[in-house]
């Protein structure tokens, strides 16, 4: 990999590793580029590797994080050993992993349509202090009825994201499938909305329709990024087929070892006795 592109936050930190980074690179004669890369460096936390596949998902080139951020679930270098990216670049100890793109298609009550892609989720959820009502089908089945604040569609990797807190499972990032985890459900004598996360398989589209859309507006965010301010009343959500993400793993690289460190332990260190 000769061509390569730097993308970073504007962290302190962040600009001293990227100066850093620069001249080891051109120390081996290697291209920083802004267009046609061959691998995208990404120097930041999991904010800036996302905001750097939504910026460049489309030249379909894997993605390496240098870590600079706070939670770091898709990095893979640290600043004390910026020296590990040419064992990157020359494919030495690291693989690439492949992770889906959800797609999503909403429909306003105006007729315009608006599509966009999310790596870790799809947020639905109403504006104004009310319940939200939609009818929800998978893979073109009646499904369930629900009223509550809202609903998160999430990618494996995804899944440390919103919606842990919001209850949602917690997912290997190896596995096929997506879930959807309901936020605060109102379940009383009159609504049954689903209450638990639904884990599903990878192949199954998900269509919400939202009920009295013109009265009960909802927002639709891909990854924190807000589709339209209109009101909308068709959801259509899905694995797109077109493109995925590739990120740079180390070969060393241990889904559960991250997760207890970064998820339960929080990086903190105690002695069990």
């Known amino acids: 990999m000769k061509r390569i592109l730097?993308?970073?936050?504007?962290?302190?930190?962040?600009?001293?590793?990227?100066?850093?980074?620069i001249e080891l690179l051109e120390a081996q004669n290697r291209e920083l580029v802004l267009e046609n890369p061959d691998v995208i460096v990404v120097i930041g936390g999991d904010g800036t590797m996302l905001s750097a596949i939504r910026k460049y998902r489309d030249l379909k080139v894997p993605f390496v994080g240098i870590d600079t951020g706070t939670?770091?679930?898709?990095?893979?270098?640290?600043?004390?050993?910026?020296e590990k990216i040419f064992d990157v670049l020359d494919r030495?100890?690291?693989?690439?992993?492949?992770?889906?793109?959800?797609?999503?298609?909403?429909?306003?009550l105006s007729g315009e349509v608006y599509t966009d892609y999310a790596f870790n989720e799809i947020l639905i959820k109403?504006?104004?202090?009310?319940?939200?009502?939609?009818k929800v089908y998978?893979?073109?089945?009646?499904?369930?009825?629900?009223?509550?604040?809202?609903?998160?569609?999430?990618?494996?990797?995804?899944?440390?994201?919103?919606?842990?807190w919001a209850g949602g499972a917690v997912i290997h990032s190896d596995i096929p499938v997506y879930q959807i985890?309901?936020?605060?459900?109102?379940?009383?004598?009159?609504?049954?909305?689903?209450k638990s996360t639904m884990i599903v398989?990878?192949?199954?589209?998900?269509?919400?329709?939202?009920v009295k859309a013109h009265k009960r507006k909802v927002i639709v965010a891909c990854d924190g990024n807000k589709l339209s301010n209109e009101y909308i009343e068709e959801i259509h959500v899905k694995v797109t087929?077109?493109?995925?993400?590739?990120?740079?793993?180390?070969?060393?690289?241990?889904?559960?070892?991250?997760?207890?460190?970064?998820?339960?332990?929080?990086?903190?260190?105690?002695?069990?006795?």
């Open 6 to 21: 730097i993308h970073h936050n504007s962290k302190r930190d962040s600009i001293t590793v990227k100066q850093q980074m």
């Open 71 to 82: 939670l770091g679930f898709l990095t893979t270098i640290m600043p004390d050993h910026l």
């Open 92 to 108: 030495k100890d690291y693989r690439i992993v492949t992770y889906p793109l959800l797609m999503v298609n909403t429909k306003t």
């Open 126 to 134: 109403h504006v104004e202090p009310k319940l939200m009502e939609a």
């Open 138 to 164: 998978l893979n073109n089945t009646p499904f369930n009825y629900f009223t509550g604040d809202g609903l998160i569609i999430s990618t494996p990797i995804g899944a440390t994201g919103y919606a842990i």
């Open 181 to 194: 985890t309901p936020m605060t459900p109102n379940d009383n004598s009159v609504n049954r909305p689903m």
């Open 201 to 210: 398989p990878d192949d199954t589209y998900v269509d919400i329709k939202i």
């Open 241 to 273: 087929p077109d493109f995925d993400i590739k990120v740079i793993r180390s070969d060393e690289f241990d889904y559960f070892d991250l997760f207890r460190r970064k998820i339960i332990d929080k990086n903190i260190r105690r002695v069990l006795e």
